[in-house]
């Protein structure tokens, strides 16, 4: 196809992007941006990404990045003002805003006469407004409901979003999109020889790892009080506890050391995704001891996709996708996830058994790259063909 008489191929299409997060490779939540500009470009689009700050994102083809700087409370009105300067200037197929930023979406869309897309997520369904909220939190409550309203299409990234819809009365307009991995396919040999020469320093080692932030929404707490249980039946045991800041991880320490367990754990810190990735695949055990939220975690996804066995505690978020078949479920007690973590430890063929329908799984809930590509490609379709009604 030529543009005019030039003889030159027509400019691709081109999808705005919006959301406020910024991208991080620790964080399991923001690479759900990096997946929706693959998927973008992967679908023939050009992409302009429009942040507050990029972060860590590096350069993908067909991606063009605005960022806007961080000014405290003016900082929504600058993703405004630049998404309607954008809008203004480029015509665009459609405009795609993540979590708050759907809010942005709409204006921007309203103003240029674009059909949009309101991407929501688990962790942005509101809650129950308890007393004594600002009348803000209620102008934003407001701003995200119309915003939904409004969409021509909306996407979810779990059921639980979609119930939300539906008591909206938005449910024909929901587009469920499940997260994938941060990282798929098999690490390469050379970089399991690398995490194996950083975190094992003997052969007989059990390479327990947690993936996880330190509040106890995470239920790290947990894990730790079931270290020593483990340490006493297998003595081989070396923890690694993947996540936190500095001061996050000298908390961390001291309550270890007061325990008297802190030389069999390493903190790494945060890690880039192809780091963590080798550090899954080496593992003996991966643990996810998350107590609450109903979403999956990114980071579950990683551990099935990584080949290792999964012990998990009995919560809504990990039975979101983890069963008996594809994992070890525990009680949220420590007793009990130390029971699961031996057990792995003294039963490999369990858990190879375990690992090998993870990956099953994932295939079988169609959580990888192109099933993504193919339901952003149908939602965006929808919400093209939405507009013209």
């Not at 990045?65 to 600058?78: D, K, T």
């Not at 240029?112 to 129950?128: K, R």
Request: hydrophobic share 45%; net charge positive.
């Amino acid at each position: 196809m030529t543009n005019g008489d030039s003889g030159s191929p027509a400019p691709a299409p081109r999808i705005l992007l919006i959301a406020s997060a910024p991208y991080h490779p620790w964080k399991g939540t923001c690479h759900r941006i990096r997946h929706n500009l693959e998927a973008i470009a992967a679908l023939g689009y050009e992409a302009d990404f429009l942040t507050l700050d990029a972060g860590e994102l590096s350069a993908m083809e067909r991606v063009r990045v605005f960022r806007v700087p961080r000014a405290g409370c003016f900082s929504r009105l600058l993703l405004f003002l630049k998404a309607f300067a954008l809008a203004d200037r480029q015509r665009y197929e459609l405009i795609h805003g993540m979590g708050d930023c759907g809010v942005v979406a709409y204006w921007a869309g309203r103003f240029s006469g674009t059909p949009f897309v309101f991407e929501l997520h688990s962790d942005d369904v509101p809650q129950p407004m308890r007393s004594g909220r600002d009348a803000g939190d209620g102008i934003r409550r407001y701003s995200a409901r119309r915003a939904l309203a409004r969409a021509n299409a909306v996407i979810g990234n779990d059921m639980c979003v979609v119930s939300y819809l539906s008591g909206l009365n938005l449910h024909s307009r929901a587009c469920l999109i499940p997260d994938i991995p941060a990282v798929e396919g098999d690490v390469a040999e050379p970089a399991r020889n690398l995490a194996r020469i950083r975190f094992r320093t003997s052969p007989e080692q059990k390479i327990i790892t947690c993936v996880g932030s330190y509040s106890r929404f995470q239920g790290l707490d947990i894990f730790f009080n079931a270290m020593p249980q483990v340490m006493s039946a297998v003595p081989a045991a070396k923890f690694v506890v993947v996540g936190g800041d500095a001061d996050e991880i000298k908390r961390m320490r001291g309550k270890l050391e007061a325990a008297g367990i802190e030389e069999a754990v390493m903190f790494p810190g945060r890690m880039h995704t192809d780091e963590m990735a080798a550090l899954l695949a080496i593992s003996d055990v991966l643990v996810s001891p998350r107590r609450g939220g109903c979403a999956v975690p990114i980071k579950v996804l990683d551990y099935l996709c990584s080949g290792s066995p999964i012990v998990a505690v009995d919560t809504p978020a990990n039975r979101a996708i983890l069963t008996p078949a594809n994992a070890l479920i525990t009680r949220p007690a420590p007793d009990s996830l130390a029971d699961g973590i031996i057990r792995l430890c003294m039963e490999p063929a369990l858990g190879s058994g375990l690992a090998r329908e993870g990956r099953a799984t994932l295939r079988r809930e169609k959580r990888c790259a192109g099933e993504f590509k193919d339901a952003l490609r149908v939602c965006y379709d929808y919400a093209a063909g939405n507009a013209k009604l």
